[in-house]
């Protein structure tokens, strides 16, 4: 059986986070080879350990995705590694504290915004022309359900997400006939360490009340594991989603698509 990546290469940034590793373990359970980019270097080193204990053929690359000389370093170090980029998942980012926008810290906001959007825009920046000059090649961003509503005490990160899906658009209107599809996912309430992050500051430390009460604003009345993004991105990664492009895919049990009457 031929497996879905096999023979591709591909890069995934934030990769020693929960949505990117999970991610990553994917990608490289259906064939591909991984460059996996964060800003941990211990939790980086870690992940692709556990990864080539496991066989599969990953590289590590320690970078600040918000920086333009590290973003330009890691997708040279895939090109000179494999001469080819044909996935990326453009995901590294971060919480950021919450408050209300008319006391916002304003230092906070530039680094939110910084960690969280120019990051992206580099990604697609450097990235992009590699697979533009290849004529192929397939890129998700993270954006989030922040991307769609307003999310109180979180202006900058709700900011940088709708930000995610203008960026998502107009680079896929801009590649897809140079053969490169731009999509991106927005993940609802998934049970990783920024979302710890955002809950122990909106519940006062009691993070399993928090994932209750969030659970309920899904259908599926729970929130979701990182594997449920991860399978996502990997089918937009591949080519049989070759006709989906500068889409916004939701992955949050149903929580944008009703009000729930019923809790
Ligand atoms: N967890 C959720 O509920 C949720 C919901 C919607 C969207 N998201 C998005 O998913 C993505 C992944 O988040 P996660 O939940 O896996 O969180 P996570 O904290 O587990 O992972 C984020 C990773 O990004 C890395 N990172 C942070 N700043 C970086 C930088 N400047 N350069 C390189 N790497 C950096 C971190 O070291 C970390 O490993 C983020 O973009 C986040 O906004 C998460």
Redesign the pocket.
Request: proline share 5%.
């Given at each position: 059986m031929t497996l879905r990546h096999q023979g591709k290469t591909m890069i995934v940034?934030?990769?020693?986070?929960?949505?990117?590793?999970?991610t990553c373990e994917i990608l490289c359970r259906e064939g591909a080879r991984v460059m996996l980019?964060?800003?941990?270097a211990d939790?980086?080193e870690n992940c692709t350990t556990k990864l080539r204990g496991a066989g599969h053929e990953v590289i590590a690359h320690v970078?600040?995705?918000?920086?333009e000389a590290?973003v330009e370093s890691y997708a040279r170090a895939a090109m000179e590694a494999w001469g080819r980029i044909d996935g990326f998942f453009n995901?590294?980012?971060?919480?950021g504290s919450l408050a209300p926008t008319h006391e916002y810290d304003i230092a906070e906001f530039d680094k939110i915004i910084?960690?969280?959007l120019r990051?992206m825009f580099l990604g697609l920046r450097f990235v992009l022309p590699h697979m533009v000059a290849a004529g192929r090649g397939a890129v998700v961003n993270?954006?989030?359900?922040?991307s769609e509503r307003g999310l109180a005490g979180a202006c900058a990160?709700n900011a940088?997400?709708h930000g995610?899906v203008g960026l998502t658009r107009t680079a896929a209107s801009e590649v897809a006939q140079k053969g490169v599809r731009v999509n991106c996912?927005?993940?609802?309430?998934?049970?990783?360490?920024?979302?710890v992050?955002?809950l122990e500051q909106m519940f006062d430390g009691d993070v399993r009340a928090g994932m209750d009460k969030l659970g309920q604003t899904a259908t599926l009345n729970r929130?979701?594991q990182?594997r449920e993004?991860g399978d996502v991105v990997s089918f937009l990664l591949s080519d049989e989603a070759s006709y989906v492009n500068g889409a916004k895919w939701e992955i949050d049990g149903g929580a944008l698509a009703t009000i729930r009457n019923d809790i």
């Open positions: 940034t934030g990769a020693a986070g929960s949505i990117g590793l999970a980019v964060d800003i941990a939790r980086l970078a600040d995705c918000a920086d590290a995901n590294a980012g971060i919480e910084r960690v969280n990051s993270t954006a989030s359900i922040g990160y940088a997400k995610a996912v927005m993940p609802g309430v998934i049970e990783t360490p920024l979302l992050g955002m929130v979701g990182p993004v």
